[in-house]
């Protein structure tokens, strides 16, 4: 049987930000709290589409794999903010990079996203369906932020990031891999004012993150440290054979007590969150890449990364690097230039909430 080797990595980061001084324009709160008990100093708002950050993200990790959009058989997305449904995101990503006839689908389990869809993937190339993929996890969780609330306001941000995975003999890529949804307290953390659940000929207003963040805070931490305590017993790894700790981007204090209770060293983490705050699914993909470019994941790296979210999804992977870890080309795609400032971006999203 096949592996599934990422052979590509790559990522878009909006330019416009928005610091926690500037968010305490909009709400009341300030840098010190959302510093302590988040972690998150800046976020980014896109200017873009979620389809293009997808693409930009797509791209840049195909030029890292030296290969082109006709080379691939699935370009799968894990979003909970696609650009558009019918059609789906993921087939105008597909045109956008020249995947022509490829296989094009979007995935939603929120934050867990882009754990997800590593394994339906991934499970594919190993049986042999396909041999090479796709996945990026894209999102603007900034649109459906709610700017008259602070407890949601301060906390998500827009990004995007991809792999190219390819058939490979070499073993590596996701070896083992635990995915679910723990569904009794759904409700707990969801997003209001959105789906075909409303009477659209009604006024709906915006929409809003609603969450428990004490009760999620809780849950995170326990569900992602079981789950990679199973991942590790279906890899047949101990802890200390883990080089590089890569966690969904949710709370700095959740992924303090996840590395806690892993008993796993700081310099072993890879940790962005004070600079893009929550992009749900794309937090992964983004910090994945990261890792590769700041030297912390090395050839035949064993990764851990673990995540959770609405639904209440959740996901923990155990992932063998492969012997590279410099790109085949360097990545030729950018975002057009934005003229605005990140408060500019979101000035009307703000009027209109706090009217509403
Ligand atoms: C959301 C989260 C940061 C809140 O941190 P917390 O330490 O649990 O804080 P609490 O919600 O208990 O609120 C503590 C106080 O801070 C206040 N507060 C909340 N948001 C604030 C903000 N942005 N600025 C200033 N004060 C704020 C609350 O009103 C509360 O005040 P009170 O004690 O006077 O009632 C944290 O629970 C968390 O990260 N949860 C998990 C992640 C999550 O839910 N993500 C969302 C979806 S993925």
New binding site residues.
Partial sequence: MKYAQITGWGKCIPPASITNDEISQI????DE??ST??GIRARRVSHVSTAELATVAAQNALDCAGLEGKDVDLVLLATCTPSTMVANTASLVQKNIGAVGAAACDTNA??SGFLYAMQLATAQIRTGMIKRAVVIAAERMTWYVNWAK???????GDGAGAVVLEASDEPSGLLASKIGCDTEDRNI?HIANCGTDLNKYEPIGPSD?M????E??KR?VKGMSQACDDVLSQAQLSLEDIDVLVPHQ??L??IQAIQQKLNIEDEKVMVNIDKYG?T?AATIAIALCEAVENGLIKPESNIMSAA???GLTWAASYIKWGTRVTPINPPSASLPPCDKTGLELIAHSVAACKEA
Avoid: K, Y
Avoid at 27 to 30: F, I, K, L, R
Avoid at 150 to 156: E, G
Avoid at 211 to 214: C, K, S
């Fill in positions: 709400v009341e709160t300030n709290w959302i008990r988040t929120a934050c602070r407890d949601s306001a301060v906390l998500f953390l993150l969450f428990e963040g004490r999620i805070f995170a949710a709370n204090r959740i929550n749900s959770f979210g609405a």
